[in-house]
């Protein structure tokens, strides 16, 4: 009787040694990412024509190319205002987003703060920001102006 006592005894602490290795090895299993899903890196190839004299506009168009081979066409439109003079003319701009879970979250409106200063062959850079998403674009172009702006930028998809 005592040596039955003692297997049982022995079992039930094996067994409890084993689940308590086991357990958190089925925990990061199941939570395995599928290779599939996760966050989807997206670029923007854009165009983009804006003026300022203290109210500003901005209109263009653009690709969005995402990792998982989602792409969609969009209308780009800016505007806002400051203590800002100018126009530009960017034909080939580059957008980078964080990574996000759709092609869809990057639709909507962005807050942008901006400062600019230059004449002739126009660069510029910019940050916008929706809820957690940034956008950071850049482009190369004509133009030219100086001033700093508050202003909101909206990206909707182009309906076929």
Same mark, same amino acid.
């Given at each position: 009787?005592?040596?039955?006592?003692?297997?049982?005894?022995?079992?039930?602490?094996?067994?409890?040694?084993?689940?308590?290795?086991?357990?958190?090895?089925?925990?990061?299993?199941?939570?395995?990412?599928?290779?599939?899903?996760?966050?989807?890196?997206?670029?923007?190839?854009?165009?983009?024509?804006?003026?300022?004299?203290?109210?500003?506009?901005?209109?263009?168009? #653009?690709?969005?190319?995402?990792?998982?081979?989602?792409?969609?066409?969009? &209308?780009?439109? +800016?505007? $806002? =205002? %400051?203590?800002? /003079?100018?126009?530009?003319?960017?034909?080939?701009?580059?957008?980078?987003?964080?990574?996000?879970?759709?092609?869809?979250?990057?639709?909507?409106?962005?807050?942008?703060?901006?400062?600019?200063?230059?004449?002739?062959?126009?660069?510029? #850079?910019?940050?916008?920001?929706?809820?957690?998403?940034?956008?950071?674009? &850049?482009?190369? +172009?004509? $133009? =030219? %102006?100086?001033? /700093?702006?508050?202003?909101?930028?909206?990206?909707?998809?182009?309906?076929?």
């Amino acid at each position: 009787m005592k040596n039955a006592l003692s297997v049982r005894s022995n079992f039930l602490v094996l067994s409890f040694l084993l689940l308590w290795i086991l357990a958190p090895i089925g925990s990061v299993l199941a939570k395995a990412p599928d290779s599939k899903k996760g966050p989807v890196k997206c670029t923007m190839d854009f165009s983009l024509k804006s003026w300022s004299a203290f109210y500003k506009s901005a209109k263009g168009e #653009g690709v969005i190319s995402c990792s998982n081979g989602q792409k969609s066409a969009v &209308k780009l439109r +800016g505007h $806002g =205002g %400051g203590i800002t /003079f100018g126009k530009y003319n960017l034909p080939d701009g580059i957008g980078t987003f964080t990574p996000v879970g759709k092609i869809q979250d990057l639709y909507g409106k962005y807050a942008e703060v901006g400062g600019e200063a230059g004449a002739g062959k126009a660069a510029m #850079g910019h940050a916008l920001s929706k809820d957690d998403i940034t956008l950071n674009i &850049k482009g190369k +172009g004509t $133009g =030219g %102006g100086f001033g /700093f702006d508050f202003s909101g930028f909206s990206i909707t998809p182009v309906k076929k």
